[in-house]
């Protein structure tokens, strides 16, 4: 991984994750924080892939992290009819 892949855009955690890799080889990675699960592709635009570029209004801290409302379950699928 390059500098700009060490840590995550969104919140600054360094361990990051290759999820899926182009099928051209060197074309893109998909990669995924393993604290905030932010995901991104490498060749997005640098506001999505570089910790100095991402939005300070969308960042995101560990006590953010932590303190966050559990996210609602998945209802099952509706049955086909």
Known sequence: MTDATTCCPRCAHTTIEQLFASPVPGAWHVLQCARC?????????????RRDAYPESFRLTLDAIDNAPEVPAVPPLRAAG
């Open 37 to 49: 699960l932010y995901c991104w592709r490498t060749s997005e635009p640098e506001r999505r892939t």
